[in-house]
């Protein structure tokens, strides 16, 4: 892709920020003669037509809504395209980094910096609102710091403008979930004020270098949003009390845009603000769960005894839920199963909410929409952009090599193996010969629950033989992969006709290892165990030939 012409006036230069849903470039306007930043929606590359008429309606609405705002702190959106089969926004390049980079880099922002990063934000929320037009996605991935020294908020692909009819589906996910303001959680309508709670968890983030309200799922996320309050900020000095302002779990109490700027203000000086005092510290609400006497039956989701991937490997619960220590997890447990059945009622009742589970640096698996210089390249894709096989040498006969849209590349064992994305938020990528009988299975976290992989898997040991018929552990040691600690995880189980297309008895094998700048790598198989002798090989074949983003 690199050197292409798109749209007849916008070469591409280097690849400068990816994710689940797209990739962006730096790029060099051919008729206005300026760098730009493109971004290129790659999820359009695999899914059917209809969704992708979706993703090109979301894409001029994200366009739209930032065109519709005419601030400094807002990125300018320059143009929006169809370039060969999906839609691209063109953009402008801020040649800096975003705030969530800072947090990792610096572990923590100094209070003042933070509260003059606020204002500026605050100050283009403000101009979004007057312009009726709701971010619903603030968070420090979205906050971008000019080298210059701008501060700027971009991504507006899920904002909400008034009039429009919302792009959604029914059940599906808008925002990420350590920045969803408690009214958005329990179904409401979000307004202004929900940009707000989403600016002080972002602040909190900053100051902190952790989200307020992370837990170890999505579910214990949302439930601690709801009905606990964020630990006291402890590096946070005067801006303490406009971060407990921000985060009140009341909409109607806390500050609007000109008392929060005031507030900021006075913190960028080092003053403590005044009117802070007016804000006491919040206390939980008492937010009511429907119990699941008092939902609609048809609004309950039905949980399997033996929640298992259609495939019969681990389902997505698996991998995202079940990592965490186990103690803390069975406290709330009930609670997690009546929010489980709340949100099932407000999906049911045609509220959209996107469930993204941020990463402890407030970003998440998806890219930054804007360029940043300081981005990590990505490899260069297969020269067609559609993750077919390019031919290599180092690998056995009838084994190709395949280019992922999330960075990665592997061997398969044949061209026969189509890719299909289990998870896009987590970055779960299966790749198949067979609807699902075989499959291999690459997991992508970016802040993983454990910094030794073996006690990770020691710990999914324990919760998939807790619900796997027939589980038996093959196989649980240390290992040396790459020059890094590694774990490998074998064992088998029968899989239930009721759970999946391929029941009977199955075995699986997965490897696990945290590279050098702390990314967990998870690569799995599975397949009937009548053939594991075949497929155990074809799985250390796959090892060899991985090649990490």
């Given at each position: 892709m690199q050197g292409s012409l798109v749209a007849g006036r916008y070469r591409l230069g280097e690849s400068i920020g990816s994710g689940g849903m797209g990739r962006v470039w730096r790029a060099h306007d051919e008729v206005l003669h300026r760098a730009v930043a493109i971004k290129e929606l790659t999820a359009a590359l695999y899914v059917s037509d209809s969704e992708q008429a979706m993703l090109l309606a979301r894409t001029r609405a994200e366009a739209r809504a930032a065109a519709r705002i005419n601030h400094s702190a807002v990125v300018t959106v320059h143009d929006v395209l169809e370039h060969d089969g999906r839609p691209w926004i063109v953009m402008e390049l801020v040649e800096g980094h975003s705030l969530a980079d800072a947090v990792k880099e610096r572990e923590r922002v100094e209070p003042r910096e933070a509260a003059r990063i606020g204002m500026w934000v605050l100050r283009a929320l403000r101009a979004a609102h007057a312009a009726g037009v709701l971010h619903r996605d603030v968070k420090p991935g979205n906050v971008l710091l000019g080298r210059d020294g701008r501060v700027l908020l971009t991504d507006f692909g899920i904002a909400q403008i008034d009039g429009d009819t919302a792009i959604t589906r029914t059940g599906e996910v808008v925002g990420s979930v350590d920045y969803l303001a408690p009214e958005r959680v329990r179904g409401h309508d979000p307004g202004p004020s929900s940009d707000l709670w989403a600016l002080g968890a972002t602040l909190y983030t900053a100051v902190e270098g952790r989200?307020?309200?992370?837990?170890?799922?999505?579910?214990?996320?949302?439930?601690?949003v709801v009905e606990e309050e964020a630990e006291e900020p402890r590096h946070a000095g005067p801006l303490a009390p406009v971060i407990s302002a921000l985060l009140h779990k009341d909409p109607a109490v806390r500050p609007d845009a000109d008392r929060a700027e005031q507030m900021l203000a006075e913190a960028a000086e080092g003053r403590r603000p005044s009117a802070a005092q007016e804000y006491v510290p919040t206390r939980a609400v008492d937010a009511h769960v429907p119990l699941p006497h008092e939902t609609r039956p048809e609004a309950v989701p039905q949980v399997p005894q033996h929640p298992q991937h259609p495939r019969g490997g681990p389902t997505a619960v698996q991998r995202l839920y079940a990592h965490p220590a186990a103690a803390p997890r069975r406290r709330v447990r009930g609670r997690?199963?009546?929010?489980?059945?709340?949100l099932a009622a407000i999906i049911g009742g045609g509220t959209a909410v996107m469930l993204q589970q941020g990463n402890r640096d407030g970003t998440t698996a998806g890219p930054s929409p804007t360029a940043t210089a300081t981005a990590t390249a990505t490899p260069t894709p297969d020269p067609t952009g559609t993750g077919r096989a390019e031919p290599r040498g180092g690998l056995p006969e009838g084994w190709v090599r395949r280019s992922d849209p999330y960075g990665f590349s592997i061997a398969l064992p044949g061209d026969d193996w189509e890719r299909e994305v289990f998870d896009e938020e987590t970055r779960q990528v299966d790749y198949t010969p067979d609807g699902g009988e075989h499959f291999i299975r690459i997991a992508i976290d970016d802040s993983p629950d454990f910094d030794d992989p073996y006690e990770h898997l020691s710990d999914l040991n324990q919760q998939i033989g807790e619900r796997l018929v027939g589980y038996q552990r093959i196989l649980l040691d240390r290992r040396v992969y790459r020059d890094r600690e590694s774990a490998r995880l074998e064992y088998g189980w029968t899989a239930l006709a009721k759970d999946t297309?391929?029941?009977?008895?199955?075995r699986a094998v997965?490897?696990?290892?945290?590279?050098?700048?702390?990314v967990e790598y998870a690569i799995y198989m599975s397949g009937p165990a009548e053939d594991w002798a075949t497929t155990g090989e074809q799985f250390e074949t796959v090892l060899k030939g991985w090649r990490e983003p």
């Open positions: 989200s307020p309200f992370r837990r170890t799922s999505p579910l214990t996320t949302m439930q601690a997690v199963i009546a929010l489980v059945v709340a297309d391929f029941p009977g008895p199955r997965d490897q696990m290892y945290v590279s050098r700048d702390g």
